[in-house]
């Protein structure tokens, strides 16, 4: 029998939606869904690879409980029933000791993330932490700071754009399906693409204008267009006077940052910036300068994030064709949302998270999604509480957080560490408990809201049976809430039974989802009324440059440009990224992506590396002040001399996951843990390191 699901892609976060080709209970073929405007049929790499991870036998395949010690890789196999004991009795008994904040959760935000939610409220828990902070947490404080809403409700009208300027932000390689597909289309139409980046990467080949910026001196480097653009008044004045709040204290603020000024601090000539400035302006307001994402990456993370939203203000690219949009959602057309469960009446958490997010002594970062990096500093300093025990939901603290031997540490001193996953990750393998998670082609899991100019709702729907013993998240967080006492607020018994409930009062049900796998609210886009309604949720209603929010809480609006440091003499700046091939840390042992990227290697300027004496594809070791480890030389023309690079998601330490175990070198393994201290962002870029060639043994 052939059949064709309608469902959603999970290879990255991204999700895609996807058309999975099924014959006879096995998956074919992944393609993009056709009815989706912006997919054409189309899936990146990863999400074509689908097949590999699905048939791919080194995944988790049935719950595991340790049996050795903490990351000694010794597993006994055990069935649902003991597992969910185990684990259950273990959360009873630290929350009987410790109270419901002994207990965190950390979750890359995806579609259960209301679950997650609900049973940490539940159980008396502020501690449930997203990935968004370590992503982008910067970006999310700067979009409030200027606009009243996080970066999650605004988006990028790319397909009709004339001229889009981007930070570090590989759009071509760091991907979604969609966001590539509406790039190319805008090229196509004639679209001028402005890419600025120390490394020569794929989006710098497809640029008009490529600059090879010092790092970490992008902000001086908007100082300086802003100043051009002010002095030459190439700005949307009509927009300006009505929706900017601060444009004079802007104005008197970046009198010294000339272009002159800026080309000294960032190498990027001043002439080219002037030129830049003019450039952008005549195509305004269809114009991006994109304020994602490459976030998360220095210590002044939130300033230069908000120069960047503040470009695009001035050139009134703010809610039109081509620009940037808030995302309307059920409540713009009198539809109705799916429900979560969240929304239920759920005991009040009286106390304060473990990261302080919210409270005044962290007060700017998003409480809703807390400050990931700080988790290993509160369990090891035990301040503001003890944590003891920790849920790793599809996300991996012990990569994705920088300073592995610092996390680690923190790690040792949990009394439960349980693991939902559906690899063999580095946080499963140092787990006491692995859930195994069935994967995204084998699940049918909660709805998606999705927002935009028109609301929608999209449907992951189960395309085959589960290959191995294996469950849905949304499922063993409610098997474990049943038996902890709280399963009251898990009033389902099946995914089809959750999504029925998310559903109630939307008008749509399951059905409406089989004909092209998403239902929509309305016909055509929607745009606000620049004139008069633009509905800021500011203090002043207008996008504040001189923010309230940074001011009441303390902070500067417009504090003075800090030169960035020269690395020491023989030390580099590490800046990290990803490629095309691999999602973070999740797809480094797929069969087919494995075959094509095996592992990672140090980019470093030719120059640089003929004074150290390294060669292409010697083995050279990295060192910082958190740890050292060996990784191949790429010795290129293409990269700063400031800087060397290289791909986030490799160097695994779990046996079991046989291709990815120590092929290359962990980014987190060398990066210091330290942070953006008012927007909240992982300062990942603000490490140096040092190289030296790995002398091979000789057999004289
Ligand atoms: N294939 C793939 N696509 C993905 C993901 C994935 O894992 N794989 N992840 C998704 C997620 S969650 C995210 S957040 C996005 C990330 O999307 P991007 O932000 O586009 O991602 P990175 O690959 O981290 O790109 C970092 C780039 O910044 C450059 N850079 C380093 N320092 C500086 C600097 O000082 N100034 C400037 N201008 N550039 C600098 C690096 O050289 C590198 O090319 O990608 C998303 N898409
Ligand atoms: N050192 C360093 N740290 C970083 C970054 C960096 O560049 N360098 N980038 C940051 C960014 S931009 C982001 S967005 C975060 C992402 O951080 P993470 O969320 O930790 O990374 P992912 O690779 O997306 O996924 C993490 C885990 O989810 C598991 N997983 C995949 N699919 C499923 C599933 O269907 N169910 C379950 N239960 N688990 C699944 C994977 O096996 C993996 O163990 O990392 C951040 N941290
Ligand atoms: S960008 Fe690629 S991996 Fe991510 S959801 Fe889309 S197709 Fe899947
Ligand atoms: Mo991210």
């Not at 010794?74 to 929350?95: D, G, H």
């Not at 999310?140 to 809403?149: E, Y």
């Not at 109705?336 to 304060?352: F, G, N």
């Not at 469950?471 to 809430?481: C, V």
Request: hydrophobic share 35%; with cysteine.
């Amino acid at each position: 029998m052939e059949e064709n699901v309608y469902s959603l892609c999970f290879m990255c976060s991204v999700r895609c939606p996807i058309t999975v080709k099924v014959k006879d209970g096995h998956v074919d073929f992944i393609e993009g869904n056709r009815h989706v405007a912006g997919m054409d049929g189309s899936l990146c790499p990863r999400g074509s690879a689908g097949t590999s991870m699905l048939y791919d036998d080194q995944r988790l395949q049935t719950p595991l409980i340790r049996v050795g010690d903490r990351g000694s890789g010794n597993w006994r196999k055990a069935s649902w029933e003991e597992a969910l004991n185990y684990v259950s009795s273990k959360l009873r008994e630290t929350i009987d000791t410790h109270g419901g904040r002994s207990i965190a959760l950390t979750e890359r935000t995806q579609l259960s993330t209301h679950v997650s939610k609900t049973f940490l409220k539940a159980i008396g828990s502020p501690n449930h932490f997203t990935h968004d902070a370590l992503c982008k947490g910067s970006i999310n404080t700067a979009c409030r700071s200027l606009f009243g809403c996080a970066d999650g409700q605004i988006g990028l009208n790319l397909g009709n754009t004339k001229h889009i300027v981007l930070y570090g932000r590989n759009i071509f390689e760091s991907l979604a399906v969609k966001d590539v597909n509406n790039m190319m289309k805008a090229l196509e139409n004639g679209a001028e693409m402005t890419y600025i980046d120390p490394r020569v990467n794929v989006t710098a080949t497809k640029a008009h204008r490529y600059w090879m910026i010092r790092p970490g001196t992008d902000l001086a480097l908007n100082y300086a267009l802003i100043h051009t653009i002010l002095k030459e008044n190439l700005y949307d004045a009509e927009f300006a006077a009505k929706w900017i709040h601060g444009l004079d204290e802007l104005r008197e603020f970046v009198q010294p940052y000339t272009p002159a000024w800026a080309q000294k601090e960032t190498g990027i000539d001043a002439d080219r910036i002037k030129e830049l400035s003019r450039k952008v302006s005549r195509d305004k307001p269809s114009v991006i300068f994109h304020y994602g994402y490459r976030g998360a990456s220095h210590t002044n993370e939130i300033h230069m994030r908000r120069s960047i939203l503040m470009l695009n203000a001035l050139m009134g690219s703010i809610e039109v064709k081509g620009g940037l949009f808030f995302k309307k959602g059920p409540n713009d057309v009198d539809g109705k949302p799916a429900r979560k469960l969240t929304e239920q009446d759920l005991p009040k958490v009286e106390d304060i998270r473990c990261d302080k997010a919210g409270t005044p002594d962290f007060p700017l970062p998003d409480a809703n999604h807390g400050v990931a990096q700080i988790l290993p500093h509160a369990i090891l300093n035990k301040d503001p509480y003890p944590v003891k025990g920790l849920i790793a939901y599809r996300m991996d603290p012990l990569m994705s957080i920088a300073d592995t031997n610092l996390t680690r540490k923190a790690l040792d001193k949990l009394d439960l560490l349980v693991t939902i996953d559906i690899n063999y990750s580095d946080i499963a393998w140092y787990s006491d408990v692995i859930l195994p998670e069935s994967t995204y082609l084998e699940r049918t899991d909660c709805v998606q809201q999705a927002n935009g100019l028109k609301p929608q709702i999209f449907f992951r729907k189960k395309a085959v049976e589960p290959r191995y013993d294996t469950m849905e998240g949304s499922m063993i967080l409610k098997k474990i809430a049943d038996q902890i006492g709280i399963g009251n607020y898990f009033p389902y018994n099946s995914m089809d039974e959750l999504v029925d409930w998310q559903l109630e009062g939307t008008g749509f049900t399951r059905e409406d989802f089989e004909k092209k796998g998403f239902v929509a609210y309305c016909k055509d886009q929607i745009f606000r009324d620049r004139d008069n309604g633009l509905n800021l949720k500011t203090p002043s209603g207008k996008i504040e440059f001189k923010s309230s929010l940074l001011e009441d809480a303390g902070f500067e609006s417009f504090p003075e440009y800090e030169p960035i440091p020269l690395p020491e003499e023989g030390k580099f700046r590490l800046v990290v990224g990803r490629s095309a091939i691999h999602t973070h840390v999740s797809t480094q042992n797929v069969p087919y992506l494995n075959e094509i990227t095996s592992e990672n290697v140090l980019w470093i300027n030719t120059k640089k590396a003929q004074a150290l004496g390294i060669e292409n594809n010697d083995t050279v070791e990295v060192s910082s002040s958190c740890g050292s480890g060996t990784i191949k030389a790429y010795v290129t023309d293409f990269i700063h001399p400031e800087a060397v690079f290289m791909l986030h998601g490799f160097g695994h330490t779990a046996s079991r996951a046989e291709r990815s175990c120590q092929k290359g070198l962990s980014d987190a393994l060398l990066q210091k843990n330290i942070y953006d201290k008012t927007g909240g962002s992982p300062a990942y870029h603000d490490t140096f390191v040092s190289i030296k060639p790995v002398m091979e043994a000789s057999n004289e």
